[in-house]
């Protein structure tokens, strides 16, 4: 008997019905449980004993380690989960990737689940039709996991039959007989399937089918199976192709864990596959070694042997390979788009309202702390570190009388304008495309408003810089006092947001910040009765007076703006979108 290219193509299409079944269940998996896991990952600390447990528990229930890598990559990415914290993650996904191999051998070698597999297609259709959301999600993971085992059947009986067969046994058996090399082949081989399929347990499952019909020897299948533990990885680096350099870093930590598993499972691989073969037979069991029918058992607890101990002994190096990965990608990488370009906001960090949430709120942080400070310091005439620096206010703004060469028109529109429509545009996305709870609707419409203020700031300085400079050095001790006590204002605005920003509890900041905002709303110049009284002595020119009482306006504008965004961002209040409302009731 010919194995011919209908045959080939009845194999791939049987590979093709597993996969389908495969992503189907773990689709509906994610859409159920999906939430709470990210909220886990998202709240996670950095003890890596917990990060294990989680990355266990979530490839666990989702049944894929390729989903679970690639939410951590866009966890990484949205600054949710530290490098340090992935790298656990990952780790626990390895032991976790390895429930399905458990399952297929259980269900799909000891129970004939495919003979029942058309009834529980039926029984998911009826709940596809229920009204309840939640009940239709599981309708979806039935059918998958049917579809699934019926793939799983497809393959076995599309794998060609060694007895009719055995110039196929004769092919391989030339690449088992090369001592070291035939493991370095195997292991190849696994690697190159894996990366092909795009699946570890498509390949897993596909090395269990030929193990149980007598194509591969157990410890030829071992080293395939390490060769799917390297060809795994290749998801998650694709995953951080377009990502940023910390997501790039996850991705090769990923590859670095099980790369060096891989090596000293390689090296013990002999004794280790002796051990394996001692538990499997110490109770009278059959030696894999010696029948086909044993090997899938055996394979799943080398498979689930090898995670757990490489877990066990990398847990330890996790610093370790988070600097070498350090090394490996520098955050410089980033240096070479530019501050134009959004740092966070990638389209992979859209699959999830957390990373998407998190992608805005960094990049109106990176936006406020960066461009805007700098913007309105060097409008003040002021440098970022006296502002920041221990020196009293009124002799920083007394000493500091020389003009600054900055052109805020080109900073606006160079570095704050691109960022802002990104901002904006990503998340409107974010609205349209992801299912938001209440919160996180209300975050992002604080955070599409703190991002319009902050250019409104930047604005209002633009509108004041020519002022400051002109009367910071006026002749008119009047008018010269008048605008130092506009910057002396806006000062104590910054280096008190800088203060609340450093502070780890900046929630005792914000008495202080409404009391700053308050104090530059009343002290208008207009209302307070200081521009009548220079103008009546005749201390100061009309258009002096003009220009006073303009940026008087623009110094409270431009506080209640920055303190505004700052109790958003730093303190997670809510005044912005209260205010609105409230402008909106009157």
């Known amino acids: 008997m010919e194995y011919g290219i209908y045959d080939i193509l009845k194999l791939l299409g049987a590979l093709g019905l597993f996969l389908y079944g495969m992503k189907v269940m773990s689709d509906s998996l994610l859409q159920v449980a999906g939430d709470k896991m990210r909220k886990i990952l998202a709240s996670m600390t950095s003890n890596r004993v917990f990060a294990v447990l989680t990355g266990f528990l979530i490839t666990a229930v989702i049944q894929s380690s390729s989903a679970t890598t690639l939410m951590v990559v866009s ?246 390979i988070a600097r070498i990965v350090i090394k490996m990608v520098p955050a410089k990488e980033e240096e070479e788009f530019g501050v134009e370009m959004p740092m966070y906001l990638s389209e992979d960090a859209l699959s999830y ?51 600054l060469d900055v052109d805020i028109d080109e900073l606006y529109y160079t570095k704050v304008k691109s960022i802002y429509s990104k901002i904006i545009e990503y998340a409107t996305l974010a609205q349209a495309k992801l299912k938001l709870t209440k919160d996180q609707t209300k975050t992002i419409a604080n955070l599409k408003l703190a991002a319009r203020d902050i250019v409104e700031v930047i604005k209002n300085t633009r509108g004041m810089q020519k002022n400051v400079d002109t009367y910071m050095l006026s002749d008119n001790k009047y008018i010269k006092k008048a605008y130092n006590d506009l910057r002396r204002k806006i000062t104590a605005i910054l280096r008190e947001i800088f203060e609340t920003k450093e502070d780890k509890k900046p929630e005792k900041h914000i008495k202080t910040l409404e009391k700053l905002k308050s104090k530059a709303r009343k002290a208008d110049v207009m209302k307070d009765g200081t521009l009548d009284k220079l103008i009546r002595k005749e201390l100061i020119t009309s258009e002096m007076a003009t220009s006073l009482a303009n940026d008087s306006e623009n110094v409270a504008d431009i506080s209640r703006n920055l303190i505004d965004v700052a109790e958003l961002l730093y303190i997670q209040n809510d005044t912005l979108l209260d205010e609105l409302e409230e402008e909106n009731g009157d």
């Open 75 to 320: 966890f990484v990415n949205a600054a949710l989960l530290t490098l340090t914290e992935a790298i656990g993650v990952i780790l626990g996904a390895h032991i976790g990737t390895t429930i399905t191999a458990w399952i297929i051998t259980i269900l799909g070698f000891k129970v004939s689940i495919s003979a029942i597999a058309l009834p529980l297609v039926g029984l998911g259709v009826i709940f596809t039709f229920l009204k309840k959301e939640n009940l239709k999600t599981w309708g979806h993971f039935i059918i998958g996991f049917a579809i699934l085992f019926i793939g799983l059947q497809f393959l076995k009986d599309s794998v060609p039959d060694i007895k009719q067969n055995p110039e196929m046994l004769a092919f391989l058996k030339s690449f088992t007989n090369m001592g070291v090399w035939s493991y370095l082949i195997f292991l190849l081989i696994g690697t190159l399937l894996t990366v092909i399929i795009q699946s570890s347990s498509a390949t897993m499952a596909l090395t269990l089918i030929m193990c149980n019909e007598g194509w591969l020897p157990f410890d030829m299948a071992a080293a395939m199976v390490l060769g799917e533990n390297i060809g795994t990885t290749i998801t998650a680096n694709l995953g951080a192709i377009m990502a940023n350099y910390q997501a790039k870093r996850a991705a090769r930590a990923h590859f670095i864990s099980n790369t060096l598993g891989v090596l000293w499972a390689m090296i013990l691989l002999v004794p280790f596959l002796g051990l394996i073969n001692w538990f499997v037979t110490r109770n009278g069991g059959l030696s894999p070694f010696d029948s086909p029918t044993a090997i899938p058992v055996a394979l799943s607890l080398f498979h689930t042997s090898f995670n757990i101990a490489n877990t066990l002994i990398l847990i330890g190096l996790v610093p370790i």
């Open 353 to 403: 309202p957390e990373t998407a949430l998190s992608s805005i709120y960094k990049e109106t942080q990176r936006l406020f702390e960066g461009t805007t400070f700098e913007v309105v310091a060097h409008g003040m005439n002021l440098h970022r570190e006296d502002i920041t620096s221990d020196m009293k206010i009124k002799e920083l703004v007394k000493s500091s009388t020389e003009p």
